[in-house]
């Protein structure tokens, strides 16, 4: 990972993300504190461009007319109500009846909703899902086209989901074992980490009590009645929003909501909010204790106190800017201990939340420490929180963050004509859920100009002292240590570290950027023209070769991808060594500058991305505006001439590595991340995750060794997609990359490390184990098929796939009820000859392994004799189309596209021919790839059980 300015990411592993649910700040647990909108309450401006209105039965909705991408639309119906909820007899039901919602209504029967939607381009998943939390729940229809037919389909889907689910009880009944099998997918050490948590930080109170999936007992046993007694009550149109944001016409669309949703007449009381929880002001100082023998080891230190739900205000939302700056620049402080190389921290920041469920502001640190170390780490969190407490922050530092904002909140203003319709169409029900203002980029960069003259250091560091200025502190310690007498011990290496005195934070001097000179600018020395793709290709004189594409899909947005040498296909000392070049080559630093000097240097310029390690070339790409463009390209230059290999960055992979490993270990789908892509490779050690003595073996010559020659000589080829004057980027490149020394005309092709096997097939399935729950399971088929090289070939498997896919959810989840969730994937090849793979997997119980493996043998059957109706194709193929029908307005596509396209020219040729060629696959074309490589003799099964039952 670059430097990326815009949030200063950390290159290693983001195994962390799954913590982040315990960090969020939650909203208000009920929006309908005051009628109508928060713009109607405020003095915050509201986007003018949303129609909003309100429908006699209380219906609130929000209409905005949206053109990226074109064609499109997305809708969403919000009610804001969840688990929270829920009686004790209720409890996961919130959750269950938003699986209920395909499965029948009043005028949908049960298992036609979702084939109805995919006959109008509606993925399931992607472009039809729902969602529940403890505060609402919210679905989501992405519509892939706007004619009246599909968005008044759209509009009748989420009227049936309102208020005419039949709820039927047989229905319910074979519904039962898939929440279950979602129950033990997400039973994870995160998960009971997080609900242990929530108990300490909010004891005995509802939302403690309350996670969204439930409990076992209740989904196994709950009558109809009380699916019924929750969706009478809370399914209401005063607790609902619904957004629709697209490609529309907004006047149709309002009349069209007034037919559908007028006669939708609200049963049961208007109840209020639940009584989420209380906090107790003068709770003190305690510890508490989390062991998984799986989980990593995080530290968490918070301090609540009451709070109340407030209108959304100009003060308000000043209030709120202090406090995230406050809560980033003790983020930076954290980011900048980590990145010594030698902190006893892998992650950590810090947050602060308000109207948390209704009742609670939370302050709250949260850090990953190395687990025998544990003891330093929580020294780290209580020292650096104490000395921001006790000696504030300095000018550079709230310099950095004032910067950074200013300059997103201007890229947003710059980028507001280009947004995506379902961000918007999210953020729209988000804002009503949390009681706030939707306003547009431009207010909010005019409110921020209001504000800026009274951020001061004082203001910040008061609004920090505020955020801890409730009960606590409250320290909790999950790990995967067991610790005797644990939560004294806590308290005493607390109350250790708080002997220690701290000194304020001394201001840091800003290095000038040192790479601005490559030397004498290169010349375009060859230009052609590809007008039916709209793409120019450069020569430089020393070998660089550039494609560019102008468009308008993103305003002000630039994307590019640099790619060199043949990646892992080099030459190495190490086998692993490509990995650990992946996470440590950014954070490196350059030889001028560490990567945490980078983060102040470049504060406030829309620049970073990302290295890495492909199969068959290194990369790095990143996105910038025409302002930064030149420095982006200086940035690539700079790694490309200059890299730091600083050991920090060794050291923080290494200890990174250990706790991504035994969390992986925890659940089958982790175990598969793991282990299997190693195995599908006959061992091949450039694949799956490293041991940790193979990643010990590493070291930083052996990285060097690796990149130096590709970085020194090898071709490069730049492609570069946006919003951009063509003139502007042949500058950039010719004052940086195309500066550099005369590049080779070819590169090695290392033949012989094109060679992959793929294992031979398994009669009886290769077992593995993970150390997560006994009744979690991971059936995976993999059936070997072929490369890349023939595009209409790779390109009937992708479809075939797509009808596979479709039987397995029909008989694996929605049939037999075997498991939440059937996955499938395709992986055809371009750089090693012969080799790709077909995959299906389903995570199931213990005792459903055997059926599960004889229902895909059965499927795989049906699709080589041919059983493949004329419906199941069209809702294979019409999802597929409507992707590639977006994808030629997306300009992460059109880089994929066109990268390497000056090696590997037939990519151009792919790009003229995808519509038509996977419109014109045939039926007859679909049977025939399956039975070439649907065959029980070739497939290669792997199980994953628990430990224990192995």
């Given at each position: 990972m670059f430097p990326d300015i815009r949030g200063l990411r950390r290159p290693l592993f983001a195994f962390a993300a799954g913590l982040a649910m315990a960090m969020a700040p939650f909203g208000a647990a009920n929006a309908l504190q005051g009628e109508g909108f928060a713009q109607d309450r405020s003095d915050i401006a509201a986007d003018p461009a949303v129609r909003y209105g309100q429908l006699d039965n209380g219906l609130r909705y929000a209409i905005l007319q949206n053109d990226t991408p074109p064609d499109t639309a997305s809708i969403r119906m919000a009610f804001n109500v969840g688990s929270m909820v829920e009686e004790d007899d209720q409890r996961g039901l919130a959750h269950f009846i938003e699986h209920m919602a395909f499965n029948g209504s009043e005028n949908v029967p049960e298992g036609e909703m979702v084939a109805l939607l995919e006959r109008y381009g509606l993925q399931f998943g992607p472009d039809t899902n729902a969602g529940t939390s403890r505060e609402y729940v919210v679905y989501q229809?992405?519509?892939?086209?706007?004619?009246?037919?599909?968005?008044?389909?759209?509009?009748?889907?989420?009227?049936?989901?309102a208020s005419n689910l039949t709820l039927d009880?047989?229905?319910?009944?074979?519904?039962?074992?898939?929440?279950?099998?979602?129950?033990?997918?997400?039973?994870?050490?995160?998960?009971?980490?997080?609900?242990?948590?929530?108990?300490?930080?909010?004891?005995?109170s509802l939302v403690a009590q309350r996670d969204a999936i439930g409990i076992p007992e209740v989904i196994q046993t709950a009558p109809r009645e009380a699916f019924a007694r929750y969706y009478d009550e809370f399914y209401r149109p005063d607790r609902a929003m619904l957004v629709i944001v697209g490609d529309i016409d907004v006047d149709r669309v309002e009349a069209e909501i007034a037919d559908v949703y007028a006669d939708w007449a609200?049963?049961?009381?208007?109840?209020?909010?639940?009584?989420?929880?209380?906090?107790?002001?003068?709770?003190?100082?305690?510890?508490?204790?989390?062991?998984?023998?799986?989980?990593?080891?995080?530290?968490?230190?918070?301090?609540?106190?009451?709070?109340?739900?407030?209108?959304?205000t100009m003060a308000s939302r000043f209030d709120g800017l202090l406090d995230s700056l406050a809560t980033g620049i003790v983020s930076r402080r954290m980011s900048t201990i980590i990145s010594s190389g030698t902190s006893p921290l892998i992650q950590g920041g810090a947050n602060f939340s308000t109207e948390e469920y209704g009742f609670a502001a939370r302050a709250n640190i949260l850090a990953v420490a190395q687990p025998d170390r544990w003891e330093e780490g929580l020294a780290v969190v209580e020292q650096e929180l104490r000395r921001a407490l006790e000696h504030g922050f300095t000018q550079s530092e709230l310099d950095e963050q004032l910067t950074n904002l200013r300059t997103a909140l201007e890229t947003s203003v710059e980028q507001a004509d280009t947004r995506v319709s379902s961000s918007l169409s999210?953020?729209?029900?988000?804002?009503?859920?949390?009681?706030?203002?939707?306003?547009?980029?431009?207010?909010?960069?005019?409110?921020?100009?209001?504000?800026?003259?009274?951020?001061?250091?004082?203001?910040?560091?008061?609004?920090?002292?505020?955020?801890?200025?409730?009960n606590g502190p409250l320290?909790?310690?999950?790990?995967?240590?067991?610790?005797?007498?644990?939560?004294?011990?806590?308290?005493?290496?607390?109350?250790?570290?708080?002997?220690?005195?701290?000194?304020?934070?001394?201001?840091?001097?800003?290095?000038?950027?040192?790479?601005?000179d490559f030397g004498t600018p290169g010349e375009v020395v060859e230009r052609t023209e590809i007008d039916d793709l709209g793409v120019t290709r450069l020569v430089f004189d020393n070998g660089v070769r550039v494609s560019l594409k102008q468009t308008d899909f993103e305003n002000d947005v630039i994307r590019m991808t640099m790619t060199f040498g043949r990646g892992d296909l080099e030459p190495r000392n190490e086998a692993v060594v490509d990995t650990v070049a992946s996470s440590v080559f950014t954070s490196g630093g350059l030889e001028a500058h560490s990567f945490d000097d980078l983060g102040r240097i470049l504060a406030g310029r829309n620049v970073g991305g990302s290295f890495s390690v492909n199969a068959g070339s290194f990369s790095m790409s990143g996105s910038t505006t025409p302002a930064d463009l030149e420095l982006q390209f200086q940035l690539f230059a700079a790694y490309m001439t200059a890299?730091?290999?600083?050991?920090?960055?060794?050291?923080?992979?290494?200890?990174?590595?250990?706790?991504?490993?035994?969390?992986?270990?925890?659940?089958?789908?982790?175990?598969?991340?793991?282990?299997?892509?190693?195995?599908?490779?006959?061992?091949?050690?450039?694949?799956?995750?490293?041991?940790?003595?193979?990643?010990?073996?590493?070291?930083?010559?052996?990285?060097?060794?690796?990149?130096?020659?590709?970085?020194?000589?090898?071709?490069?080829?730049?492609?570069?997609v946006g919003d951009f004057e063509e003139q502007a980027v042949i500058d950039a490149i010719a004052a940086t990359i195309g500066a550099l020394p005369d590049r080779a005309e070819d590169w090695p092709e290392y033949d012989d490390n094109r060679i992959l096997e793929?294992?031979?097939?398994?009669?009886?399935?290769?077992?593995?184990?993970?150390?997560?729950?006994?009744?979690q399971a991971l059936v995976n088929v993999y059936w070997p098929t072929t490369d890349d090289s023939d595009v209409h070939v790779s390109r009937t498997i992708r479809l075939m796939r797509a009808v596979l896919a479709l039987k397995l959810t029909e008989r694996l989840r929605e049939g037999e009820a075997f498991t939440y969730s059937a996955s499938s994937s395709n992986v055809e090849s371009f750089y090693h000859p012969d080799y790709g793979y077909l995959y299906v997997g389903a995570d199931v119980r213990v005792e459903n392994i055997d059926?599960?493996?004889?229902?895909?043998?059965?499927?795989?059957?049906?699709?080589?004799?041919?059983?493949?109706?004329?419906?199941?194709?069209?809702?294979?193929?019409?999802?597929?189309?409507?992707?590639?029908?977006?994808?030629?307005?997306?300009?992460?596509?059109?880089?994929?596209?066109?990268?390497?396209?000056?090696?590997?020219?037939?990519?151009?040729?792919?790009?003229?021919?995808?519509?038509?060629?996977?419109?014109?696959?045939?039926l007859e074309e679909i049977v025939v790839i399956a039975r070439t490589y649907l065959s029980a003799d070739t497939a290669y099964r792997v199980t994953v059980v628990p430990a224990a039952a192995e």
């Open positions: 229809l992405d519509m892939p086209e706007v004619d009246d037919e599909t968005i008044d389909t759209g509009l009748f889907i989420m009227r049936e989901t009880i047989d229905a319910i009944d074979r519904e039962r074992d898939i929440i279950l099998s979602e129950e033990r997918l997400r039973n994870t050490p995160v998960r009971r980490w997080s609900n242990a948590l929530m108990e300490f930080r909010y004891p005995d609200a049963s049961g009381n208007p109840a209020g909010p639940p009584v989420a929880g209380s906090v107790d002001p003068d709770r003190g100082f305690e510890t508490g204790y989390f062991h998984d023998p799986d989980f990593f080891t995080v530290l968490t230190v918070e301090s609540v106190q009451p709070d109340t739900i407030e209108e959304d999210d953020a729209l029900w988000s804002s009503w859920r949390f009681n706030q203002v939707f306003g547009h980029p431009v207010d909010a960069l005019a409110r921020y100009n209001e504000y800026e003259d009274d951020i001061t250091v004082e203001a910040v560091h008061a609004a920090f002292r505020d955020q801890w200025a409730g320290v909790f310690l999950a790990t995967s240590l067991e610790i005797d007498n644990a939560e004294a011990r806590i308290a005493d290496v607390w109350n250790e570290s708080a002997q220690t005195a701290v000194d304020a934070m001394e201001d840091v001097e800003i290095a000038a950027w040192a790479y601005e890299p730091g290999y600083r050991p920090e960055s060794l050291a923080q992979f290494r200890a990174s590595l250990p706790e991504l490993r035994r969390n992986l270990g925890s659940t089958p789908g982790g175990v598969r991340t793991r282990d299997i892509s190693r195995m599908l490779r006959s061992g091949d050690q450039r694949f799956g995750f490293p041991t940790q003595d193979e990643a010990d073996d590493v070291d930083l010559d052996d990285v060097r060794a690796f990149l130096t020659p590709a970085l020194e000589s090898a071709p490069i080829e730049i492609t570069v793929f294992p031979e097939a398994t009669e009886t399935p290769i077992v593995l184990t993970h150390n997560g729950g006994d009744d059926p599960v493996y004889e229902a895909i043998g059965l499927i795989a059957a049906d699709m080589v004799n041919g059983e493949i109706t004329d419906d199941e194709m069209l809702r294979a193929r019409r999802p597929l189309l409507e992707q590639i029908q977006n994808a030629f307005e997306s300009n992460g596509v059109w880089l994929g596209w066109l990268s390497q396209s000056f090696e590997y020219p037939e990519r151009l040729d792919r790009i003229r021919t995808i519509t038509d060629d996977y419109s014109d696959i045939t």
